[in-house]
């Protein structure tokens, strides 16, 4: 699993920082958190692929975050995607991409579902392609849950910024440890589908015997699954407390340093200080602070340096910067 930050600017590109996106490299499949203005170079030069099952979600409609999709979606009919692709984020995010299609020719080959995500009623609002103003489903919201697989789930909170915004976790479940292929071989078990699903700690049928990875030591103990918690721009707030709770990894906006406090408060963003704090009370166990004011363009470790007085592990996005989570 590969954490990769694409842009950590915040509301205007400088020369070493892009507009705000987060991409998640997991398992088959891409996951994308936010995104900015022209993110796709980032995309291609981070050597993503652009033919992956993949997972956007957007936190809140400011341009910054958002105005990046649509070209993203034209360059990947131009490539002749086939992946499919589901899309989450705020009530008329397809009203959104539908004016696209209908204004700008926006159009989606491969499989699309956009997913609007109706707080108020606690409801997602499923909608299949870019051609249709009627919604395929409804489903209720339970829990904050708005999208499960047999390895992960995903979360979200509503937090307090100047429009209607959400943060967002990313929830792996339990893990198998490490495959110990000697052993399957040892009980005659050959190299096949079996080992996936031995890997997986699945108890499988060989030879007419039942046969449990963990017991008989093909596969090490039950692990926990990691967690990344992205809070898109926000004030202080409780609900990102609530949701990012014992995470490995907090992705916090950082808009301002300090000695802008008043002004990060009237703005309803975050300063340096106010991420580490919600790292801290959350009990995180790494921060990294991004949506980077364009004011620190040339001191931006300002930033890094006040928040490591209260959360020592902290470190200062960079676009492009890398993290694998063991």
């Not at 499949?29 to 936010?34: E, K, M, P, S």
């Not at 990313?170 to 198998?176: A, N, Q, S, T, W």
């Amino acid at each position: 699993m590969e954490l990769i930050i694409l842009g950590s600017a915040a509301a205007t590109p400088i020369e070493n920082r892009n507009l705000p996106s987060i991409a998640l490299r997991y398992k088959n499949q891409i996951l994308l958190f936010d995104c900015g203005e022209d993110f796709q170079r980032r995309f291609a030069k981070a050597g993503l692929k652009f033919n992956k099952p993949m997972k956007i979600f957007i936190t809140h409609f400011h341009g910054d975050h958002i105005l990046g999709l649509p070209p993203f979606l034209f360059r990947l009919s131009l490539n002749d995607r086939t992946a499919p692709m589901m899309i989450f984020g705020p009530r008329n995010l397809f009203l959104y991409l539908y004016i696209h299609r209908k204004i700008l020719g926006l159009k989606a080959k491969y499989p699309i579902k956009i997913v609007e995500i109706d707080h108020k009623n606690q409801k997602l609002i499923e909608f299949e392609g870019l051609d249709s103003e009627i919604p395929k489903r409804t489903i209720k919201i339970n829990g904050n849950l708005i999208f499960e697989t047999n390895y992960f789930s995903i979360k979200y909170a509503l937090v307090e910024h100047s429009v209607i915004t959400f943060a967002y976790a990313f929830i792996e479940k339990p893990r198998y440890g490490k495959f110990v292929p000697e052993r399957a071989r040892n009980l005659g078990i050959p190299e096949s589908n079996l080992w996936k699903k031995l890997q997986e700690g699945q108890i499988i049928e060989f030879n007419g015997k039942l046969i449990d990875p963990v017991k008989e030591g093909i596969v090490g103990p039950e692990r926990p699954g990691r967690k990344i918690t992205y809070s898109g721009d926000l004030k202080p707030c409780k609900s990102l407390i609530d949701l990012g709770r014992d995470s490995d990894l907090l992705i916090h906006e950082a808009t301002f340093a300090k000695a802008l406090a008043e002004t990060a408060e009237d703005k309803k963003h975050s300063t340096s200080i106010d991420a580490a704090n919600d790292a801290k009370k959350m009990g995180a166990k790494q921060l990294i602070l991004t949506h980077i004011s364009a004011r620190y363009q040339s001191d931006a470790l300002i930033l890094l340096e006040e928040a490591k007085e209260i959360f020592p592990n902290t470190i200062l996005a960079e676009d492009l910067l890398k993290i694998e989570l063991k």
